[in-house]
């Protein structure tokens, strides 16, 4: 080992390497070699300090992020747990957390947390918008991604921090819903994000949108999308990437962690891959000859969605009108959504009405279509008003939440004077591109 000092530095590193390796790898076997093992711990001393110093520095940063998360009492017994809490670094940051936890506020009312929306964004506004049949859908119902990033940076600007539904409410013990502590700092206040139709279904080929969501060679989500010269790339070119990156940047946009949800069909496959058996199997009109392996693919991104914050919801497997459909046509639906979807993004709470068609109207559930859903699993729902900032109803064991469409349509009539239901979340002027 004594001339592996002299060897150029990118040797060293190698071989000190190799050198901890073979210790963790024979310490066990070791006992009757004292002398050669007490020579062994006197050469890797300066890497053992080295390797604490990474281990203390990665923990720092672990309880960082949670903090400016707002969870501090996660960063403070993170590091009071690490075994290595008498020392000083660990120490200060455990009193500054102490310190910024004391500031944090409940936030007052947790039925007036306001949900926004958007559809896939688009990327190629001459594609898009180029006249065809679709045109006109795609400039009532979608923004662009350049305004989209617009939106972002004036919400966090303007002090909203993402929340997931079971933030604001959650089931107890005895299956009542039950409001839930948010804690934040005093200029903060909580938001409620969700996209729909995360398909990019057949229809919406050609005409300038991502093509699927998939995993950068680095594991991260990202998008693929035929360019121009009908190439694919990869890049950010949707929802969920733009804001994972965003909260990369901007931790504190997140409380806690949380994103937004995902709200899914299934009749086109979700998330690009055509994975539906019912559309897309052996028996179908389509066949999809690689049908399981982009099973397989849409699972990995849901799960690593999931693990980075980020949560589904049931949009009708059809795209349906729950309000009209009936009781059977429903039941059918949900089950079809449950063999179809649930084993790519997992089971799901959360169901987000299609068109915003609510099973019933203002006043609490009770219907035999509630019970059905409750039954199937759903403690959340959600309908479309934009008629107010916020509107939510806790019931005895359900949380239902009205959410505002983000689109052509709103920012026009934002323009134009008709609603003005966007003013608290961005000045619509300095948005809305007109083209
Ligand atoms: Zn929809």
């Not at 991604?145 to 617009?150: N, S, T, V, W």
């Not at 994972?244 to 949800?261: L, R, T």
Request: glycine share 6%; hydrophobic share 35%.
């Amino acid at each position: 080992m004594k001339n592996c000092f002299a060897l150029i530095p990118i040797l060293l590193v190698i071989a000190i390497m190799v050198g901890c390796q073979d210790q963790t790898s024979t310490t066990a076997k070791a006992h009757s070699h004292s002398s050669q093992q007490k020579d062994h711990d006197k050469k890797s001393k300066p890497n053992k300090t080295q390797e604490e110093k990474k281990q203390k520095d990665q923990l720092l940063a672990q309880a960082k992020l949670s903090a400016k998360q707002y969870d501090y009492q996660k960063a403070i017994t993170l590091l009071k747990q690490s075994g290595i809490s008498e020392n000083s670094d660990i120490q200060s940051a455990i009193d500054t957390y102490e310190k910024q936890k004391k500031n944090l506020v409940t936030w007052p009312d947790n039925s007036k947390i306001p949900h926004l929306f958007f559809h896939s964004l688009i990327v190629d506004k001459s594609k898009a918008f180029d006249g065809d049949a679709m045109a006109q859908g795609y400039r009532d119902y979608m923004v662009t991604i350049d305004e989209f990033k617009k939106i972002l940076k004036q919400l966090y600007e303007r002090g909203y921090v993402l929340v997931h539904l079971d933030d604001i409410a959650k089931l107890n013990q005895e299956g009542k819903m039950v409001y839930q502590d948010i804690n934040l700092p005093p200029d903060k206040k909580p938001l409620v994000l969700s996209q729909d139709d995360v398909s990019y279904y057949e229809y919406m080929k050609g005409d300038g949108f991502a093509k699927k969501l998939t995993l950068d060679t680095g594991g991260y989500v990202t998008n693929t999308y035929v360019n121009e010269k009908g190439k694919i790339i990869q890049g950010a070119y949707d929802l969920v990437p733009i804001v994972d990156n965003f909260v990369d940047k901007h931790p504190d946009f997140s409380y806690q962690g949380a994103k937004g949800i995902i709200a899914l069909t299934g009749y086109n496959g979700v998330l690009g891959y055509r994975t539906s058996k019912s559309a897309y199997g052996p028996n179908s009109d389509k066949p999809n000859p690689h049908i399981k392996e982009d099973q397989e693919q849409a699972k990995k991104v849901a799960d690593a969605m999931k693990r980075s914050g980020w949560a589904f919801a049931s949009h009708t497997w059809g795209h349906l009108y729950a309000n009209e459909v009936s009781l059977e046509q429903l039941k059918k639906d949900t089950y079809k959504w449950r063999r179809e979807v649930e084993p790519i993004v997992g089971p799901t709470d959360t169901i987000i009405f299609a068109f915003g068609s609510d099973i019933e109207g203002w006043k609490q559930y009770s219907s035999d279509k509630y019970e059905f859903l409750k039954s199937q699993g759903f403690d959340y729902y959600a309908n479309v008003d934009a008629s107010k900032t916020s509107w939510s109803q806790l019931g005895p064991d359900y949380f239902r939440q009205a959410r505002i469409n983000v689109d052509g349509l709103r920012m026009r009539g934002a323009l134009t004077g008709i609603n003005d239901v966007l003013e608290p979340f961005f000045d619509v002027e300095r948005v809305f591109n007109s083209s």
